[in-house]
């Protein structure tokens, strides 16, 4: 099992880019999956989650409205759309996937970098 | 949501010594259909992603050593290194997974 993230990049405020994280080892359809944040030198902050079916998705009160989450099984891979980036989005963003029996993280990426700033 | 709350912030612990880190959520995560508590507990090491140690709330993961345990139910969790090496040293976050919010700790520094 394998996560690659990509994507993270300096963004000015308001603007938008898009994360990608490439799964290996197993089907992304197959697992729940989770992007999960930690902004420079503070702790782990959850902020989506979708379903291996596609059918569900939820999101942080911080990042509901700005943020999308999707993925696509022919790619095997998981993706958030970030809009309207502020300075607080600034942050090591990891995927993650769920357990098999629940939804604990038992995989986790190395993470991208996204940085705003004007 | 529900308030994951850590103590103590940091912990100091001789090499070979326990140590015990506690985990306190603002509403029980224990659900009573299948009685399992709904906590896990990360390791992250500097410049490393977290890594998985403990699910429902005692429950090792596999390859993890152990002297890692954990224990607690409702509100009150806790991990317990039984014999502390070197490369224990990390941050650890409890999570819990009950609510389709999910939420971590803010974390606990373990030094030697």
């Known amino acids: 099992v394998q996560l690659v993230e990509s994507g993270g990049r300096l963004v000015q405020p308001g603007g938008s880019l898009r994360l990608s994280c490439v799964a290996s080892g197993f089907p992304v359809s197959g697992h729940s999956m989770n992007w999960v944040r930690q902004a420079p030198g503070k702790g782990l902050e959850w902020i989506s989650y979708?379903?291996?079916?596609?059918?569900?998705?939820y999101y942080a009160d911080s990042v509901q409205g700005r943020f999308t989450i999707s993925r696509d099984s022919a790619n095997n891979s998981l993706y958030l759309q970030m809009n309207s980036v502020r300075d607080e989005d600034t942050a090591i963003y990891y995927c993650?996937?769920?357990?098999?029996?629940?939804?604990?993280?038992?995989?986790w990426g190395q993470g991208t970098l996204v940085t705003v700033s004007s | 949501d529900i308030v994951m709350t850590q103590s103590p912030d940091s912990l100091a612990v001789s090499l070979g010594e326990r140590a015990t880190i506690n985990c306190k959520s603002s509403?029980?995560?224990?659900?009573?259909?299948?009685?399992?508590?709904?906590l896990a507990w990360y390791q992250q090491k500097a410049g490393q992603p977290p890594k998985l140690l403990i699910y429902?709330?005692?429950t090792r993961e596999s390859g993890v050593p152990d002297r890692f345990s954990g224990s607690g139910s409702g509100t009150d969790f806790t991990l317990t290194i039984s014999s502390l090496q070197a490369e224990d040293v990390a941050v650890y976050y409890c999570q819990q997974y009950y609510s389709t919010q999910y939420t971590f700790g803010q974390g606990t520094k373990l030094e030697i």
């Open positions: 509403q029980s995560v224990l659900y009573s259909s299948n009685n399992r508590n709904y």
């Open positions: 429902w709330a005692s």
């Open positions: 993650s996937r769920e357990g098999d029996s629940g939804s604990f993280a038992d995989s």
């Open positions: 979708i379903r291996g079916s596609a059918d569900m998705t």
